[in-house]
């Protein structure tokens, strides 16, 4: 993807720890995305509302609201019914990985992860 491409595209991250979400930024702004940060999922519903969001990389384990919540709730708004979801957490087990499916969840990397994995992951969903 040209990085002039990329820097149109939004990319919502949701996660309770600083330095993840710092990481994840980071990664994503030198690929020249632009990046909305929240803590968790309570955070990150009032950061979507009416906002053209093109991806969002959410944490499972987070106080307030889950992230799988937090999927069921996104993927119920009508603007956000096809936003692409990466979930990036220290889960692995195939339950909650099939929990996510179900929720709409497109992708699943867990931490800690390579730069290159995450914008991997990142190119093949973001929508045009």
């Known amino acids: 993807m040209l990085w002039e491409e990329a820097l149109a595209k939004k990319i919502l991250i949701i996660d ?6 710092q990481v994840v930024s980071e990664t994503l702004k030198t690929a020249g995305y632009e990046v909305i940060e929240g803590v968790d999922g309570v955070d990150a519903m009032a950061k979507l509302n009416g906002q053209k969001i093109h ?15 937090m999927v069921k709730q996104i993927k119920q708004m009508v603007e956000h019914k096809f936003t692409p ?5 220290t889960e692995f087990g195939e339950e909650k990985k099939q929990e996510g499916k179900a929720a709409g969840v497109k992708a699943w990397v867990v931490k800690p992860f390579k730069p290159a994995q995450m914008l991997d992951a990142v190119s093949k969903l973001i929508m045009p």
């Open 16 to 21: 309770d720890s600083a330095g993840i979400r």
């Open 55 to 69: 991806l969002v990389i959410c944490d499972v384990n987070m106080p307030n609201m889950d992230g799988i919540e």
């Open 85 to 89: 979801i990466i979930m990036l957490t």
